[in-house]
């Protein structure tokens, strides 16, 4: 089992960065395929991207492609997600979750282990 603690969020410009962090727990956090999603109020949660075990390979949903980047490091057992370019319509909860042996999984039930969640909001 591992117990997920994302941090990082905040309140900033349109423009502006943020990476936001999610600590693990456990010895094998490197057992875990790691996602990002996101929810704002009243919609479904949604894909925002992935990475592998290793890092190596990762997937991005289309409105983040090219301005997000996920990425890893299993000595630390934390995944980032860096965020720029940032857009109000990028205001959202944004959570961290993980897989077991899992993959670049874009659908949340492939996930078993869910973070509490930061906040995040893009003014404009």
């Known amino acids: 089992q591992v117990q997920l603690v994302e941090s990082g969020g905040g309140l900033v410009q349109a423009g502006g960065s943020l990476r936001l962090s999610c600590a693990a727990s456990g010895r094998t956090f490197s057992s875990y395929s790691m996602g990002w999603f996101r929810q704002t109020p009243g919609k479904e949660r949604e894909f925002v991207a992935a990475i592998n075990r290793s890092g190596g390979s990762t997937s991005y949903a289309d409105s983040v492609q090219g301005r997000f980047a996920i990425s890893r490091d299993n000595a630390k057992n934390t995944v980032y997600l860096q965020m720029n370019s940032l857009k109000p319509e990028d205001t959202a909860v944004y959570y961290c979750?993980?897989?077991?042996?899992?993959?670049?999984?874009?659908?949340?039930?492939?996930?078993?282990?869910w973070g509490q969640g930061t906040q995040v909001t893009v003014s404009s």
């Open positions: 979750a993980a897989d077991l042996y899992g993959s670049t999984w874009r659908t949340l039930d492939k996930y078993d282990y």
